[in-house]
């Protein structure tokens, strides 16, 4: 890539802020991100200044403008634009690190040099102005055009900085397509244990990232070691050989497949990365040498529980992840009851979610009975849509009678009714009942309202 050639069109606001900086006597660029993203034709969702001016003159020359102060002690001055926030940061050189994660003191350089050698990967340490061009030091250019996150400098200093480096680098890695450097993959793997330095927030915010990624399975299985520090039961599907014609690869390998089909969704990529977690703890070996996994999907909800718990997911995230673990294997049995049965329990818009799980599972088993089982899985698409089309009576608030409707019968015990409830919905589910009001109470009528009914209920 030639640096020379290259030109970076940024945004009016940032040309105004650049241009102020300047018509006051200082240098002023974008930074970092923003000018990768630019050059790799992304996305750009923040776009950073960096200045040689000091942040009081940062904030004397934005003075008549909304600023953010939060930072400041830090280098860094927020200027509000229309609306938007655009950090402005002082070239500035990282004190020691004592934790891992954050410099014990910050200090301000002139020189932009000194700025762009202290951040992390080549790719991002790059600066550049109308003025004067690409500023490329490190050569992070050459590295976005080969595919390659490179440290600056040297790779051990970088990561003992900080820790969180390790997971950024992991997850540039699996975003962008891009092969680690040697010498930075190798300390990646010799002080992933500064992992445990850094909050679990931290590391969770790129964990999905990289989970998302479009071929999450290649970092995974390269760099397990490292998701071994913050999730230790991977560890035991690796190498599990699983006995069973209906498999082909052992339980690592299944799951790594399987995660790369299912579609990028959040919940559905974890719930394929936990959706066996718990098969090597629940093998058998029977009397024909074929391997069982009894209840792995029932004992995985409790351990995906444990652990996305334990790395502080919301709770509505771990309920439904959970959900779809545990149902996973509870889709073999097509009858319309059946499923929704299990809508009921995870709820009718979940069930896409819990299909899509089936079908990733399906397609990174052996071929052997393949059509068979997508044949079903088909049939068992059709028959959630057609659920979702009629509107179909579910759970007990679909029902086109309620616990008001049986008490102006004359029914007044509240377990009674509950009970009368819960049979009418079953009487619907199994088609034996139409959902229409006259038809339910007409029901009851016949069931629960004749004296012996009503005298035995109190």
Known sequence: MNKNNIVIDYPENVRYIINKLANAGFDAYIVGGCVRDSIMRREIHDWDITTNALPDEVENCFKNFNLILSGKKHGTVAVVIEGQVYEITTFRCDGTYLDNRHPQKVEFTCALEED??????????????EKKGLIDPFDGGKDIANGVIRCVGEPEKRFTEDALRIMRALRFSAVFGFKIDEATSDAILKLSGLLLNISVERIVTEFNQIICSQQPSTILDKYRSVFYRFIPELKPLYGFEQHNRHHDKDVWKHTLCALDIVECDLEERMAVLFHDICKPQTFYIDSYGVGHFTNHAVLGEATVAEILTRLKYPNKFIKTVRELVKYHESLRDIRPTNLIRIAQQIGLPNMDKLLEVNRSDILAQSDFMRDEKMRKYYEKKAIIEELKNNKSCITLKD??????????????NGILIGQILQTLLNEIIEKRLDNKKDDLIEFVKDNYTNPSVNAHSQ
């Open 116 to 129: 762009l050698k202290r951040r992390d990967f080549t790719v991002n340490a790059m600066a550049y102005s």
């Open 399 to 412: 029902m086109a009678l309620n616990g008001k409707d049986i008490m102006d019968l004359g029914i007044e």
